[in-house]
């Protein structure tokens, strides 16, 4: 039996100003927990949805069996399915120990001194998704310089700095860089679930790229490190992204000078995403698709058994002039 005990919409914008994707079945908290007021508290409590205050519902666990189906519905501001604009919808979810709700709305923090028994991970005050050393790292490590990101001045070449976030402004422990790319580079705890696109020509890519079925590989330096840099968000000495470099960087704990270690993340190890055509919807409308009935996926709940997991939806969107697949750093 599954049990989702917090359910996310989250929306990745890139060409448009604000994207607008709110789950409504299950419920997708859009980052509320138990607010009283119709707005949310905290806009960057778990993740970074960019979407309204207003949105989204507060929490209460629910239970799936394994094998049953679960109709996800939602509704997104901004046309897919149509030429307007380019539009990939990427369902994904994560199990574990650690992931919760959290009993206040405050933002994890980052200094582990601020946690009880200096640990994060397991002051389960805090909601918290991705866990502390996985945002540390991403915090920590170089970004992809070869992405567009337009006029932005992104001062230092970390992961947590995008084109959608170029001031390294931080949403829980959600991996900016990650948030923002898919398929991506580097290992994530997300699981996937559907990939629903106007270009079906890309679902060969997005089954075969999914880290349910790919391997990733990683710069893999120690946690203590990771801790260490965790009290002062410092852009000195990046962990690479590539072998070559991380076969050669070192980095120092105390006195002690170590080698980083270029390691493989197996892949999960279940089956690829499926991935299909966009159901229409139209620009500007919060509303049904064709037919009278909400964009939808049935999703067969896996046989993958915790008593705690996350879903996630994730919004791609771009207006429909803009060459999604072409346009790199040397457009900025
Ligand atoms: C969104 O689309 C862009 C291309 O426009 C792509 O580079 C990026 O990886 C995609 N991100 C997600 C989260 O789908
Ligand atoms: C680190 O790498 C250097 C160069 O390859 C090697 O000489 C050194 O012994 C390594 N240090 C450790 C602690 O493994
Ligand atoms: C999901 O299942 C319901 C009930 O069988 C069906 O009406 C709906 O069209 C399905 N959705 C999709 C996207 O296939
Ligand atoms: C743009 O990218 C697509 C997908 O990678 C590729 O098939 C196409 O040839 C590219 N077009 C140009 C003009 O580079």
Avoid at 43 to 70: C, E, H, I, P
Wanted: overall charge positive; charged content about 20%; some cysteine.
């Amino acid at each position: 039996m599954n049990q989702v005990n917090k359910l996310i919409v989250l929306a990745v914008l890139l060409q448009v100003c604000f994207a607008d994707i709110y789950m409504h079945n299950p419920r997708g908290s859009n980052n509320r927990l138990n607010e009283r007021g119709r707005g949310r508290n905290n806009a960057n409590r778990m993740f970074d949805s960019q979407n309204n205050n207003r949105g989204g519902y507060n929490v209460g666990n629910l239970f799936y069996y394994a094998g049953s189906k679960l109709r996800i519905e939602w509704t997104n501001q901004h046309s897919c399915g149509n030429q307007n604009a380019n539009c990939d919808i990427i369902i994904q979810y994560m199990c574990g120990p650690l992931v919760r709700d959290g009993t206040v709305t405050t933002t994890i923090p980052t200094n582990p001194t601020q946690c009880n028994n200096l640990n994060c991970n397991t002051d389960y005050t805090f909601g918290m998704h991705e866990d502390f050393y996985s945002y540390i790292h991403c915090r920590s490590r170089l970004r992809d310089t070869r992405l567009f990101t337009a006029d932005r001045n992104i001062r230092i070449n970390q992961a947590t700095r995008t084109r959608q976030n170029s001031n390294g402004n931080r949403r829980g422990y959600e991996c900016p860089e990650e948030k923002d790319y898919y398929p991506y580079w580097h290992p994530t705890p997300w699981k996937d679930i559907a990939v629903l696109t106007n270009d079906v020509s890309r679902c060969p890519m997005y089954t075969t790229e999914s880290h349910n079925v790919k391997d990733r590989w990683y710069c893999d330096v120690s946690s203590s490190y990771l801790y260490m840099r965790s009290t002062s968000n410092s852009g000195n000495n990046l962990i690479p992204i590539t072998k070559e470099a991380c076969e050669t960087f070192t980095y120092t704990v105390g006195n002690v000078q170590y080698n980083a270690t270029w390691r493989r993340s197996p892949a999960h190890g279940i089956a690829a995403p499926s991935c299909g055509r966009n159901m229409w919807s139209r620009d500007n409308h919060l509303g049904n698709t064709v037919g009278g009935q909400t964009f939808n996926y049935n999703w067969t709940i896996p046989n993958d058994v915790n008593e705690k997991c996350v879903l996630r939806m994730r919004y791609n969107i771009s207006t429909g002039d803009y060459d999604r697949d072409n346009t790199t750093s040397a457009h900025n």
